[in-house]
């Protein structure tokens, strides 16, 4: 239950900015709808996690999931409020839809037609996370919205694929479906250097952001990083700053304008980011205080639709030296790079520039089926430990000696 109220919370942030996005008030009550699913699971854990505390140690430890339960909930609320934009016709200025697709990931849409690769086939049968960088939300078939979406999900002409992830994907996705070539939004040609201009920047920051710090988080619990944690808590201080500098940007930005109710949209946005990180600190305080995390937060975020792992980069292996731009990790293996440590410091949210070293220790998310690569990219491999069950990493090098 655990594991699906977090992917369902991540599936209405997703669903929420692809609102935004499209301008689609459907998807905007998808959301809503989907908030309903939520606060049962919500609720059915809260009263499981009451039956199962039988002396003050099981509620120590219980009090751990209980605090998690309610980050994702916040996180669910948040996606409301973000759909609301849409439903309750708030405004949004069209740059920052433009600005929109220019996010470090984005969310997608494409029409399947007859004849293309996708047609009448598995979605299990693409691997899509690793082929193009992006997952499949949701499916629109006909008046249905289906958006618990099985890998053995058959595609047909017609349905409308709704997906996350890195836009450098959308072109080959394009080929797939057998859609026209995609154009992204062109955003003004001058240089927007008004209040307005900058708000819209700094938004674009903030939603970047305010979406690493929720994978840091759950990265935090998983690993039990301290590091990480106190990450989460710098990022949410920028957050803070950045919603003042944008709320005194777009007050001012409102006297040039005919019309500034559109800049409600905006202030929305701005808030719904910072909730975003005010949830993901929720959860790495209990890292953070030392406090007893229950060991069924770790395999519940483990058996999630994204996994998160901690890969060292092994000296001479195919990413030692290597600009994360270059490798294209966010297309294949599929893996989104939340942080490299360092020298003892952490670099969140590496740009393609960042080159990767020897050393260096890769915090990232993604899909399951992609780690094995992942790992053998970095110069190990995945063994399953025969005592705990779980995957070690082995140097590449010894699996070979032992062969």
Not at 279 to 286: S, Y
Not at 303 to 318: F, K, N, W
Request: proline share 5%.
């Amino acid at each position: 239950m655990l594991s699906e109220a977090k992917d369902t919370s991540e599936l209405m942030v997703d669903l929420a900015y692809a609102a935004v996005y499209f301008g689609d008030p459907q998807m905007a009550e998808e959301v809503e709808e989907l908030e309903d699913r939520l606060s049962d699971l919500v609720h059915d854990m809260r009263a499981l996690c009451v039956l199962a505390v039988r002396s003050p140690r099981d509620a120590d430890a219980m009090a751990s999931v209980l605090q998690v339960i309610s980050s994702i909930e916040r996180i669910g609320n948040t996606a409301v409020d973000i759909a609301h934009i849409i439903s309750h016709r708030l405004g949004i200025p069209s740059e920052l839809i433009a600005d929109l697709s220019e996010a470090e990931e984005v969310s997608h849409r494409v029409l399947i037609r007859e004849g293309s690769h996708f047609a009448h086939r598995v979605l299990a049968d693409f691997e899509l996370p690793v082929a193009v960088g992006m997952r499949v939300v949701a499916i629109h078939r006909e008046r249905d919205w289906i958006t618990d979406v099985a890998g053995s999900e058959i595609l047909v002409p017609g349905d409308v694929l709704f997906l996350h992830g890195s836009p450098a994907g959308i072109v080959r996705l394009h080929q797939l479906a057998g859609a026209p070539s995609w154009t992204p939004p062109s955003p003004p040609e001058e240089v927007i250097t008004t209040d307005l201009g900058r708000a819209i920047d700094v938004l674009i920051e903030m939603k970047n952001i305010s979406e690493v710090c929720v994978g840091l988080a759950y990265s935090a619990l998983v690993l039990r990083d301290l590091g990480l944690a106190a990450e989460v808590n710098h990022l949410e201080d920028r957050l803070d700053e950045m919603k003042e500098r944008l709320e005194t940007w777009v007050l001012r930005s409102s006297s040039e304008l005919i019309d500034p109710s559109p800049l409600r949209g905006l202030l929305h946005l701005a808030q719904a980011a910072e909730e975003l990180g005010d949830a993901a600190q929720q959860m790495v305080w209990l890292v953070e205080r030392h406090e007893r995390v229950h060991p069924i937060l770790s395999l519940a975020l483990g058996d999630a639709d994204e996994v998160v792992v901690r890969v060292p980069v092994g000296e001479g292996s195919r990413v030692d030296g290597v600009r994360l731009g270059v490798l294209q990790l966010d297309i294949d293996p599929g893996f989104h790079v939340l942080a490299i440590r360092r020298g003892g410091r952490y670099v969140y949210r590496p740009r393609g520039r960042e080159a990767l070293r020897s050393g260096d220790e890769i915090i990232a998310s993604g899909p399951g089926e992609g780690e094995t690569l992942l790992a053998e990219m970095c110069g190990w491999r995945l063994v399953e430990d025969d005592e705990t069950g779980r995957d070690a990493l082995v140097p590449v090098s010894e699996t070979s000696d032992s062969r």
